[in-house]
């Protein structure tokens, strides 16, 4: 059992940054992929990044703006978020799954979600 809490949201303006946080329980921290989804209003819930040991991936819109990284040490998982625009306004999850995937049903666990708003 994973637990997952999300933190660093908020409200920024757009070229700004921001750095999300995702705390996890449970010993088996470093076996998980991590990922980060988001959700807009009125939007299914889409994939952001994840990462695998040393293995990213990232939706292409966020391509050279975002980074995701983890510190196993510390349990947790970051996204940090650069030139911000406002369609990247959403809620943003984090997740933990098995195996490396961008698919929304490949992941066990999930957060509560941290909202992100950027304003023009």
């Known amino acids: 059992q994973v637990q997952l809490v999300e933190s660093g949201g908020g409200l920024v303006q757009a070229g700004g940054s921001l750095r999300l946080s995702c705390a996890a329980s449970?010993?088996?921290?470093?076996?998980?992929?991590m990922g980060w989804f988001r959700q807009a209003p009125g939007k299914e819930r889409e994939f952001v990044a994840a990462m695998r040991w040393l293995t990213t991936d990232y939706t292409d819109s966020v391509k050279g703006r975002f980074t995701i990284s983890r510190d196993n040490a510390k349990n947790t998982v970051y996204l940090q978020m650069n030139d911000l625009k406002p369609e990247d306004t959403a809620v943003y999850y984090c997740a933990a799954a098995p195996r490396l995937t961008p698919s929304r049903g490949g992941y066990d666990y999930w957060g509560q979600g941290t909202q992100v708003t950027v304003s023009s």
């Open positions: 449970g010993r088996t921290f470093s076996s998980y992929v």
